[in-house]
């Protein structure tokens, strides 16, 4: 029998718009159950994100990798990187 975990998704720089969930709350994210285990990248692809490997991602305040195993209880947040001067 399979473990399971609660992470929580946060999304910003307009990445909410590729989520394939409906109702998405920024201010709270959204509440995703997975297999215990499961790397950042299995939960993006699940969420039919496009194109994960061009953004930045912060598990609990520190920069994590797609191939992190999330943990119980992780927050999460997802941004795209913006530059200018």
């Known amino acids: ?5 609660t992470i ?5 720089s307009g990445l909410h718009k590729e ?4 109702g998405y709350d920024p ?4 509440a995703l159950t997975v297999a215990q ?3 950042l990248k299995g939960v993006l692809k699940e969420l039919r994100m496009q194109k994960p490997s061009s953004n930045a991602y912060f598990r609990n305040g520190e920069r994590i990798g797609l191939w992190t195993k999330l943990r119980d ?7 795209r990187p ?3 001067g």
Do not use: F, I
Request: charged share 30%; proline share 0%; net charge positive.
């Open 1 to 5: 029998m399979k473990r399971e975990m």
């Open 8 to 12: 929580t998704l946060k999304l910003y």
């Open 19 to 22: 989520l394939t969930r409906e």
């Open 27 to 30: 201010s709270r994210g959204v």
């Open 37 to 39: 285990g499961t790397r």
């Open 73 to 79: 209880g992780d927050e999460v947040s997802c941004l």
């Open 82 to 84: 913006s530059g200018g």
